[in-house]
């Protein structure tokens, strides 16, 4: 993504690829309204093992013939920033969800939900939650959903154990400052999902 600050170049790709053993990370590339040859070339390049796009591409360009390998389909949820809302505002909001959801396909390997704050330009990284019903729609269609936007250790426990997503995205709810991870908030946000799904999936 340009003018990212936490865009994964190339060499830093190239590194993590040489440095990884079997059981390493998977090596993901986030990527913003770029082109098919362009992601594909990246893919290349870098070793990617995942495609994570953000941008309005729309769910065909999640699909292995135009990403070269499984994606990760970005969607923002959006809020309002003020909070509250009148009835009319509520009812935009819920024929927005089911819009979203009567557009989902199976191009993507997963989607990933996230906040978005109403009248803002771009989604992401706003510290938000969203109503976490909404990934238990998106599920029931059939498609595995990682909850982002707003989780931190206090909070994490409750998404996973109310909704059982395939998995959880985290940045500045475990940061001590901006780019600067806590490690103590890490393991603690680690533990408590952990827990939470192991309590969540007794009995699956």
Known sequence: VPENPLMALVQKANILQDVATTRRPLVVGVFQN???EFIKSM??????????????EGMA???MEQ?????IRVVDIEIDGGG??????????????NSMLESL???????????????????????KTFDWSVAEAVQN?????????????????DAVSSTRPWGID???????????????????????????????????
């Not at 990403?67 to 994606?71: E, L, N, R, W």
């Not at 901006?178 to 952990?194: E, S």
């Open 61 to 63: 360009a999640a699909s």
């Open 34 to 36: 770029q082109s098919p």
């Open 43 to 56: 893919v290349k390049e870098c070793g990617l093992d995942l495609v994570q796009l953000h941008g309005k």
């Open 67 to 71: 990403c070269g390998v499984p994606a």
């Open 105 to 127: 396909t199976n191009d993507p390997l997963a989607v990933l939900l996230d906040t978005a704050i109403k009248g803002e330009s771009t989604g992401g990284g706003t510290g």
């Open 170 to 204: 985290v940045s500045s709810g475990v940061e001590a400052s901006p780019g600067i991870k806590n490690h103590d908030q890490v393991t603690k946000f680690i533990k408590v999902a952990r827990n939470a799904a192991e309590q969540a999936n007794k009995g699956f």
């Open 141 to 157: 269609k059939g498609l595995p959903v990682i909850i982002a936007g707003g989780l931190t250790a206090d909070n994490v426990g």
């Open 84 to 97: 509250g809302g009148s009835n009319d505002d509520s009812s935009k909001k819920q024929a927005g969800i």
